[in-house]
C-alpha cells in the first residue's frame, strides 16, 4: 500500500514532465494526496540527487526506512542520499537527521527554470529554498524589467535573484536573520549578477521601513512573506496580531502602477483575517490597491483531498 501510494506520486510528477523544469522539485505531498494515517505525515522534496523528507507528527517504527527504501528503488543511481527533518520535535531540537547515502557538504546549486540557487542538506533546519514559491519566482523572472524591487524577510534571497535574472534594475533584500542575509549573497554571486544591482540589509523591518520612507525611498514591486512569528530586540511579530500594522509601513513605498506580492504560510493565519489587515493598512495609508491575482501553489503540491484553508494565502495587489 506504502509503496503504491507513494509510486503514483512520482510518476504524476514525471506524467507533468515537472522534472524538466527544475532539479528542486516536491515528489510527494502527504497531507494533499492521501488519507493514510502514517504517509498523510511526510513530504519528500528532490533537491538535486538528495530527498529532502519532511515529517510533520511521529509515525510508526519502520515507515521511514520503507519509505527510504520506495524511493531508492525508483530513482535508482540519481539519487545520491536521503535526509529526514523530524518537525514533531519542538523547533529547538529539530534538526536534519541522515538516513541514507553520503550527504553533499557545504551548499551546492539546483537550477530550477533554469536560475541556480543554493540548497544546503546537513547543519540546517531547511533546504534554503521555498518549494511552494516557485510559481512566484516564475512570474518574477517575467516581470521585472527595469524594475526596483524590495523583499521583505527575504530569507535566504531566492525571490531577489528571480527578480534579478527577470530584468531589476535594483534589488534590496532585508532579513532579520544575518546568517540568511550571508545565504542570500552568496545566492546573488552564485547566480553571477552584478554586486551594485543589489543592496543587502541584515535587520528588522520595523526599523528599516521608516528609514526607507524618510529617505523618500520607492519600490515598483514590494515581496512580503513574513514567518507567522518572530522574535526581535524590540520585541515579537505576529503575522495575526501584526498584519495591519506591517502592511501600513510597507505601503507608503509602493510606487504608484507598483505590484505588493504579500503571503503568508500558515493554517494559523485564516485568509479573511489577512485580506481584513491588508485592507485596514489600505484605509491607514489612503493607499488603493488592486487585486490582480493570488499566489497559487505549484503543480507538484497537489490538494486531491480538500484540505479545508489552505496553508498559503497570497495576493498580488497594484496600486492604483
Not at 270 to 275: C, K, Q, S, Y
Amino acid at each position: 500500500m506504502l509503496e503504491s501510494i507513494l509510486k503514483e506520486s512520482f510518476f504524476l510528477r514525471e506524467t507533468l514532465n515537472l522534472h524538466s523544469e527544475t532539479e528542486a522539485l516536491r515528489i510527494f505531498y502527504g497531507p494533499g494526496e492521501t488519507r493514510d494515517p502514517e504517509l498523510s505525515q511526510i513530504a519528500i522534496d528532490l533537491f538535486l540527487d538528495h530527498a529532502w523528507i519532511t515529517q510533520w507528527k511521529e509515525v510508526k517504527p519502520g515507515t521511514l526506512a520503507k519509505v527510504s527504501e520506495v524511493l531508492k528503488g525508483h530513482f535508482g543511481e540519481k539519487l545520491r542520499a536521503i535526509v529526514l527533518m523530524d518537525r514533531s520535535k519542538v523547533a529547538s531540537e529539530a534538526d536534519v537527521i541522515p538516513l541514507d547515502g553520503p550527504v553533499r557538504t557545504g551548499r551546492f546549486s539546483v537550477k530550477e527554470f533554469g536560475v541556480p540557487y543554493l540548497a544546503q542538506m546537513e547543519n540546517t533546519k531547511h533546504p534554503g529554498l521555498f518549494l511552494d514559491h516557485a510559481p512566484l519566482r516564475k512570474w518574477l523572472l517575467h516581470t521585472q524589467k527595469n524594475k526596483r524591487v524590495l523583499n521583505l524577510f527575504s530569507y535566504t534571497g531566492s525571490l531577489s535573484v528571480a527578480a534579478a535574472m527577470g530584468g531589476a534594475k535594483q534589488v534590496t533584500t532585508l532579513d532579520l536573520s544575518k546568517a540568511t542575509i550571508d545565504w542570500a549573497k552568496e545566492n546573488w554571486a552564485n547566480a553571477k549578477l552584478p554586486n551594485e544591482m543589489g543592496d543587502f540589509i541584515y535587520g528588522d523591518v520595523f526599523e528599516w521601513l521608516p528609514k526607507m520612507r524618510k529617505r523618500n525611498a520607492e519600490f515598483d514591486t514590494i515581496l512580503c512573506d513574513p514567518p507567522s512569528f518572530s522574535r526581535s530586540k524590540n520585541g515579537t511579530f505576529s503575522t495575526n496580531k501584526d498584519g495591519a500594522k506591517l502592511h501600513a509601513e510597507i505601503l507608503p513605498l509602493l510606487a504608484t502602477g507598483g505590484i505588493l506580492v504579500t503571503s503568508i504560510n500558515s493554517e494559523n493565519v485564516f485568509e479573511r483575517n489577512f485580506l481584513k489587515d491588508i485592507e485596514t493598512a489600505s484605509e491607514i495609508t489612503g493607499t488603493k490597491l488592486k487585486l490582480i491575482g493570488r499566489v497559487d501553489l505549484p503543480e507538484s503540491f497537489p490538494t486531491r483531498l480538500d484540505l479545508g484553508e489552505r496553508y498559503l494565502k497570497g495576493f498580488y495587489l497594484q496600486k492604483i
